[in-house]
Structures are given as C-alpha cells and as structure tokens.
T-cell receptor, first 114, second 113 residues
C-alpha cells in the first residue's frame, strides 16, 4: 500500500544552519506530494507541494523536489531561523478506492536554537 | 474569508460517554475529512465525505461515525469513549482532486478521563 517515511526527530540545529528533512514514499500510481507544517499550538498548514516528477515546490525559503527515480521529496532550507521551529509532515495524495486520500508521515520535530 | 472552523475547541468526557464534534468547511469546499492526531504522532485518517456521501474510511472501529450535511458541514461522532480516544481531532476541507491542498481547522482537543 501507499506509505510515507520521514526521518525521525527531533532535529536540532543552530540558527542559520542548513536544513534537510528526508521523506521517501511508496505509491502504486502517481501521487501529489506535500509538506505541511504545524507550529506549536496551531493547526496544520500547507508549506509547499509538487504534483509531478521533477517539480520543485517552494515557500518561505523552503524547497522540495519531487524525485520519482528515488521516490523522495526531501525538504531543504538554506538558513533556518528560530521561528522555523515546528513539526513538519510529509504527505502524499493518491486515489484509493476512487477516493483522493492524504497519506501522512509520522512528522519530524525541528528545534532551532539561537 | 473564514477558514475551516471546528467546535468545540476543547472538551473533557468520561469513559463510556458519547461525543459529537463539528466542522464547517471553507465556503465552496465540498470535501471534508476527519483525522485523529494522538500526541507526538502524525494525523490518522478517519473519514472523508464528499457531496454528503462517505468516500473513504480509515482503520477505526464502528464506534466512530460521521455525516455531512447539505451545507457541507460535518459531524464526527464517537460512542462508548475509551481513554485511548483522547487526541486532537482535525477536520480538513478541500476542493476535490489529486492536486488540491487540504485546509485544516485548529482541531478539537478531546480528553477522556
């Protein structure tokens, strides 16, 4: 079945460090891929998405490229800030029994220290 | 524009009781999904409704049920509450389609004691 695997956290970095959060997926078809972020005490919100192979999603300095050959969608940011501290979820969306369903990773907690 | 609204924001119930959670989607969104998020874990899919019909169901017992109304709002019902039902319940609305994003409400924090 479809699944999403994320690197385990927490990931702790200093401000201005480079960030990579790994995400790999298994899917039977051609899913769309998403990164959602959950700031402390808040709901989930879309960070970026990519809908086909080689697409790059980007937002707020974060980027992720849809790599079909490696079934990956790693999240990167060149210089993190304390305000980026949150839980990041990788997800895929694919048809399951005629229904578009989001499949989620377990989440990666990111802690940025000043 | 109003986002996805959920009510109540918090509630405490006793084991064995019943609970109803409510969700109003973004105007124009006909698809509503429910998720359970246990502390420290990712969201687990419970139900999806589209045009008032159940379109998907996750691996949850029959104690969980839901419905969608003509105005596309939705209710999630949980009977015979267990301690393990304590979680954040999230509602998401979206346009239908493979590439569309889900918009989430702030969630209802349910504590079962």
């Amino acid at each position: 079945g479809n699944s999403v695997t994320q690197m385990e956290g927490p990931v702790t970095l200093s401000e201005e460090a480079f960030l990579t959060i790994n995400c790999t997926y298994t899917a039977t078809g051609y899913p769309s891929l998403f990164w959602y972020v959950q700031y402390p005490g808040e709901g989930l919100q879309l960070l970026l998405k990519a809908t086909k192979a080689d697409d790059k999603g980007s937002n707020k300095g974060f980027e992720a490229t849809y790599r079909k050959e490696t079934t990956s969608f790693h999240l990167e940011k060149g210089s993190v800030q304390v305000s980026d501290s949150a839980v990041y979820y990788c997800a895929l969306k694919e048809v399951v029994d005629s229904n578009y369903q989001l499949i989620w990773g377990a989440g990666t907690k990111l802690i940025i220290k000043p | 524009d109003a986002g996805v609204t959920q009510s109540p924001t918090h509630l405490i119930k006793t084991r064995g009781q019943h609970v109803t959670l409510r969700c109003s989607p973004i105007s124009g969104h006909k698809s509503v999904s429910w998720y359970q998020q246990v502390l420290g874990q990712g969201p687990q899919f419970i139900f999806q409704y589209y045009e008032k019909e159940e379109r998907g169901r996750g691996n949850f017992p029959d104690r969980f049920s839901a419905r969608q109304f003509p105005n596309y709002s939705s209710e999630l019902n949980v009977n015979a509450l267990l301690l393990g039902d304590s979680a954040l319940y999230l509602c998401a609305s979206s346009l239908i389609g493979r590439n569309t994003e889900a918009f989430f409400g702030q969630g209802t924090r349910l504590t079962v004691v």
